[in-house]
């Protein structure tokens, strides 16, 4: 059973950081394309990073703007999304993914999904 968990979300103020985990059970971590989304209220999910199983290949939301930056250890079978200048608009429930090999920006193409952690970001 595959199983992915979210961790490190909070309450944060604008301008400041995070740092979020995913840790992934019951997959071959390293086959895998690693993606977190993000899903404020009210509003779609959408896309925020991806990294592929090498590690050498990511693809970032235009929003991302620098801002944020995606990792992944697969000795961990982990992968992190350091989240820096945070602002209100940041704020939203943030999930990692899954996808078999390569990157990919569309939520349907993904197969597994975590629960969310939630991101404040207060003004």
């Known amino acids: 059973q595959v199983q992915l968990v979210e961790s490190g979300g909070g309450l944060v103020q604008a301008g400041g950081s995070l740092r979020l985990s995913c840790a992934a059970s019951g997959l071959t971590f390293s086959y895998y394309t690693m993606g977190w989304f993000r899903q404020a209220p009210g509003k779609e999910r959408e896309f925020v990073a991806s990294i592929r199983w090498t590690g050498g290949n990511t693809n970032y939301a235009d929003f991302v703007k620098g801002r944020f930056s995606i990792s992944r250890d697969n000795a961990k079978n982990t992968v992190y999304l350091q989240m820096n200048s945070l602002q209100p608009e940041d704020t939203a429930v943030y999930y990692c993914?899954?996808?078999?090999?390569?990157?990919?920006?569309?939520?349907?193409?993904?197969?597994?999904w975590g629960q969310g952690t939630q991101v404040t970001v207060s003004s």
């Open positions: 993914a899954a996808t078999f090999d390569v990157l990919r920006r569309i939520g349907s193409e993904y197969d597994y």
